[in-house]
């Protein structure tokens, strides 16, 4: 399967060069884009319609497709997702450490992406308002109480969707974590089987 991921705050598509290894080894096709501004500072529905606009370009419109977000990417992500995908092919959404309701360390950056991802934010608030764009899809949230970057590490956590809790020490390993990699494959393996 096509799979796009979506990286997080101040990264680039590179950081998920282990997992992308992993997932390609599972005979899985993996797009890695850097979308700019990398903070986000016009906003995350901005990031989101330069996602839709990659994946115009690299995707067609007959292949399924799945998305790996992590951290900011999953709000990015989840936004292009209910927004966005008109018509699209997505099957699944796997958001590793995402700020779903939002975080207090987005207090510490200015720019409208940091203020997107607050807690309570007009943003997060419209997302949580609607999820008729994730009806469908198989989704899978991954987060560690120990994360030190969203905060409360529970805001990664989606209300009935099913999720891993990993012990991992810090927010930006959730990305090598085995058990986050053998999930996401396992969950493809069905969904492939499935569908």
């Known amino acids: 399967m ?20 992993a997932l390609t080894t599972a005979g899985h096709q993996c797009f890695s884009p850097t979308l700019r501004p990398r903070d986000g500072r016009h906003g995350l529905a ?6 839709a606009g990659y994946i115009d370009a690299q995707l067609d ?6 998305i790996v977000g992590f951290s900011m990417g999953c709000l990015v ?33 200015p720019g409208r992406g940091a203020r997107d991802m607050r807690p309570g934010s007009r943003f997060v608030r ?9 009806d469908g899809l198989l989704l899978r949230t991954y987060y560690t109480p120990l994360d030190l970057m969203i905060l409360p590490a529970t805001s990664s956590r989606m209300a009935g969707v099913a999720e891993l809790r990993v012990w991992s020490p810090l927010h930006p390993l959730m990305l090598v974590n085995r058990r986050v990699a053998a999930d ?12």
């Open 77 to 109: 992500a989840r936004y292009y997702l209910q927004r966005l995908r008109e018509g699209r092919r997505a099957r699944a959404f796997f958001a590793i450490s995402g700020p779903m309701r939002g975080t207090a360390t987005a207090f510490l950056y």
């Open 126 to 134: 419209e997302l949580e308002g609607g999820s008729a764009g994730l």
């Open 2 to 21: 096509k799979i796009l991921m979506v990286h997080g705050f101040w990264d680039t598509g590179y950081v998920f060069r282990r997992l992308e290894r």
């Open 184 to 195: 996401i494959i396992r969950n493809l393996e069905q969904l492939n089987f499935s569908g």
């Open 46 to 51: 901005d990031l989101a319609g330069k996602l």
């Open 61 to 66: 419109d007959e292949s399924p497709f799945a």
